[in-house]
């Protein structure tokens, strides 16, 4: 079965939405990434992606 490792780059630190500013995935991301499908996870790193991208543009 194919699988997809966490994007976790071990600088964890939430904002006040719960997302975090390491790898931009949610808080119920984190939680339920062991549990999620190919699929699932392929969607929560499209949306963490696009979190990044809107950070990024805000911030630097």
Do not use: T, Y
Not at 24 to 35: A, E, Q, T
């Amino acid at each position: 079965m194919p699988s997809i490792e966490k994007p976790c780059i071990r600088k964890c630190c939430l904002n006040k939405e719960d997302i975090c500013m390491g790898c931009f995935r949610s808080l119920n991301d984190m939680k339920i990434w062991h549990k999620a499908s190919v699929e699932e996870k392929r969607h929560m790193l499209q949306l963490a992606s696009k979190r990044k991208e809107v950070h990024r543009s805000k911030f630097c």
